[in-house]
C-alpha cells in the first residue's frame, strides 16, 4: 500500500517563504515522477512543478525563479522550497507521484491528502 504524506503548509506572509515536504511510504515500487500540484478556491487543479526520477524538473511560470523542487530517490520524499510568496500562491498543495510497482510497466498516480498554504498579511 502507498501513502503520501505532506507537511509543512501553513500561513505567511507575502514576501515569506514556506518549505513542503512529502514522503512516499511502502515497498516493492519505483517512483517515476513526484510532483507538487495546488488547487486554490473555486478554481482548478495546476500543476506547480515536477522531478523525475534522474532529476529533470519542470515548473509551471508563475513560479518560475521563486519555487524550488527536489527529490530523494534513496527516502522517495519531494520537497518544495517556496520563496517570495504572494497572495496568489494561496491554495491546498497535494504532492503526487507516478508509482510503478515492480515488473509492471504501468505508472499509477497517487495523491497526498493535501496541505493547506496561505498567503496573507
Known amino acids: 500500500q502507498v501513502q503520501l504524506v505532506e507537511s509543512g503548509g501553513g500561513l505567511v506572509q507575502p514576501g515569506g517563504s514556506l518549505r513542503l515536504s512529502c514522503a512516499a511510504s511502502?515497498?516493492?515500487?519505483?517512483?517515476?515522477?513526484m510532483g507538487w500540484y495546488r488547487q486554490a478556491p473555486g478554481k482548478q487543479r495546476e500543476v506547480v512543478a515536477a522531478?523525475?526520477?534522474?532529476?529533470?524538473?519542470t515548473y509551471d511560470d508563475s513560479v518560475k525563479g521563486r519555487f524550488t523542487i527536489s527529490r530523494d530517490n534513496a527516502k522517495n520524499t519531494v520537497d518544495l522550497q517556496m520563496n517570495s510568496l504572494k497572495p496568489e500562491d494561496t491554495a491546498v498543495y497535494y504532492c503526487?507521484?507516478?508509482?510503478?510497482?515492480?515488473?509492471?510497466?504501468?505508472?499509477?498516480?497517487?495523491w497526498g491528502q493535501g496541505t493547506q498554504v496561505t498567503v496573507s498579511s
Open positions: 511502502g515497498s516493492g515500487f519505483s517512483i517515476a515522477v
Open positions: 503526487n507521484a507516478h508509482i510503478v510497482p515492480y515488473g509492471l510497466g504501468t505508472a499509477y498516480r497517487y
Open positions: 522531478v523525475t526520477s534522474s532529476g529533470t524538473t
